[in-house]
């Protein structure tokens, strides 16, 4: 089974991501802190999302991608960007409608090396997992059918479990 990682940095007003390999919920955390902390920072006005290396992205990992539209949209920023030359991926983002929130494009050129990886954080968080597929679910009506249980789901496990009387 593939290793995934996750790769970034924040060049002038550019936030670039890069994803390698299996990216799953388990890389989850340290994905939405990055989206986070980025998405504050008023002087970041476009992301990059290099997914030319991925081979497998989960929904988790989706709905955190389809945070970075989210977010774009809600201030004065350019519409991200994603990178796709795998054809299994870029499929897989066009049956998400991916389109309607990012700019496609089969190529960029960043070099590697002048990323760093994104630290370790601790395992998932059912917070974090939640909130992905809610936004995934958002983004149209075919996704809401596709994640409406999963959400229903996480939904109950989120809510703490009452005390005996």
């Known amino acids: ?14 936030c ?4 390698i390999g299996a990216v799953r919920y388990t890389h989850g955390n340290g994905l939405n802190a990055i989206i986070e902390s980025t998405g504050a920072d008023e002087l970041i006005r476009g992301f990059i999302i290099d997914l030319s290396e991925a081979v497998y992205l989960d929904s988790t990992i ?14 004065a920023r350019r519409t991200p960007v994603v990178v796709s030359s795998n ?16 700019t496609l494009i089969p190529q960029y050129d960043l070099p590697t090396d002048q990323l760093a990886r994104i630290p370790g954080l601790s395992g998932p968080e059912a917070g974090t997992i939640l909130e992905a597929h809610q936004i995934l679910m958002d ?8 994640f409406h249980d999963v959400v229903e789901l996480l939904r ?3 809510k703490p479990a009452r005390k005996a009387p």
């Open 16 to 19: 670039f991501i890069k994803l």
């Open 156 to 158: 109950g496990e989120a």
């Open 87 to 102: 054809p299994d991926v870029t499929i897989l983002l066009q049956n998400m409608g991916f389109q309607e929130f990012f």
């Open 62 to 75: 989706l709905g955190l991608l389809a945070k970075v539209a989210r977010l774009c949209s809600g201030k």
């Open 139 to 146: 983004m149209n009506e075919k996704n809401r059918d596709q």
């Open 1 to 14: 089974m593939d290793s995934g990682q996750i790769l970034y940095a924040t060049r002038e007003d550019n």
